[in-house]
C-alpha cells in the first residue's frame, strides 16, 4: 500500500486521514482465484469517499480524478478536501446540486477538463468554463489513457437557480476503465435498471460505487440486486448518511448481498488503495 500523500490534496492534513486497505487486496484474490483478470499488474487504483456521492480517485497512472463536485456545503466532505488543488478531470453524472454545485468553482481552480453531459457541459460554458469535454451516453472518451464511458441512469438531472428550474439534460452513470485494465462501475443516482446486465456483459466491472440510501435513488436491496447482475467483486456503497431521509446503511447492503461480494465500506475522507 502506498503513502496516503498520493492520494490526497498538498494541502491536507495527513492526521484527518484513515486509509482502508481494500483494492489492491481484492485484486490480487480476484486473479488468484482465476476472476477477471484483463489487467496483469497489481492495481494502484485510491479510492476516497468524499461523502454523499462525490469521489477523488488517484489512477494506477497517477491521474487525480474527481467525480461529483459537491464540496463546500456537502455537510460530510472533510475540510481538507473542500478545495481540491490539482485534479487531470472533473466527471458530472448529472445536474442536481448535491453533485454539481462546486462544478464550476473547482474546474476554475484547477484548469481540469470537465466530462459530463453536452448540456451540463454547456452550463457551464455559460459560468466562463472553457475546458469542456461533453458527451452522451454510449461514447467513450481517453482521458489521459483513462477510457470513461457515459453509461444510463435512472434518475432526473436539474438545478435551481435565483428561484428557476433548469434542465441540464438526463442523469448518467460512467464505465471508468483505467490504465492497468481494471474497469469501475460508477452508478451515480439511480434506481434499479435491467440493462446493468448488458453493462455486466460489455464493460465487466470488477468494482462498483453504488447508492443505497433509498427515497432519492435505490435503496439497500436493489442496490444488491444490481451488484449481482453486474457481477462486480467489490461495491462501495454511496449516497447515504447525509441526511435523516436517506435510510439505507451498508449492513443493510450486506444482507442482500450474494456470498463472494465485498463491502468496501468507507468513511468520509477514509483512501482505500
Not at 94 to 117: E, M, Y
Not at 147 to 171: K, N, Q
Amino acid at each position: 500500500m502506498t503513502g496516503l500523500s498520493d492520494g490526497m490534496p498538498d494541502e491536507v492534513d495527513h492526521s484527518m486521514c484513515v486509509a482502508v486497505v481494500g483494492v489492491g487486496e481484492l485484486l490480487d484474490r480476484t486473479i488468484l482465484a482465476g476472476g477477471r483478470s484483463d489487467y496483469v499488474t497489481h492495481s494502484a487504483l485510491a479510492i476516497t469517499w468524499l461523502g454523499h456521492g462525490s469521489f477523488h480517485f488517484r489512477t494506477p497512472g497517477g491521474q487525480k480524478l474527481l467525480i461529483d463536485p459537491w464540496l463546500e456545503t456537502n455537510p460530510k466532505c472533510p475540510p481538507a478536501w473542500k478545495k481540491p488543488t490539482a485534479l487531470d478531470g472533473i466527471l458530472i453524472t448529472h445536474g442536481h446540486a448535491d453533485h454539481a454545485t462546486d462544478a464550476a468553482a473547482v474546474a476554475k481552480a484547477t484548469g481540469a477538463p470537465v466530462i459530463a453531459s453536452f448540456e451540463i457541459c454547456t452550463w457551464l460554458g455559460h459560468k466562463g468554463i472553457k475546458n469542456v469535454r461533453p458527451m452522451n451516453k454510449g461514447g467513450t472518451q481517453s482521458l489521459g489513457g483513462v477510457l470513461v464511458t457515459m453509461v444510463d441512469a435512472r434518475h432526473s438531472s436539474s438545478i435551481e437557480e435565483d428561484g428557476t428550474i433548469i434542465p441540464l439534460g438526463e442523469a448518467a452513470g460512467f464505465v471508468i476503465k483505467f490504465e492497468d485494465g481494471l474497469t469501475l462501475y460508477f452508478a451515480g443516482d439511480t434506481a434499479l435498471f435491467g440493462d446493468m446486465r448488458l453493462i455486466a456483459e460489455i464493460y465487466h466491472p470488477v468494482i462498483a460505487c453504488v447508492p443505497i440510501g433509498d427515497l432519492f435513488t435505490m435503496g439497500p436491496q436493489d442496490a444488491a440486486k444490481a451488484c449481482e447482475w453486474l457481477g462486480v467483486k467489490q461495491v462501495v456503497p454511496m449516497h447515504y448518511g447525509t441526511f435523516p431521509a436517506l435510510t439505507g446503511t451498508p449492513d443493510m447492503l450486506r444482507k442482500h448481498l450474494p456470498p463472494g461480494i465485498e463491502v468496501l465500506e468507507l468513511q468520509p475522507g477514509e483512501t482505500s488503495e
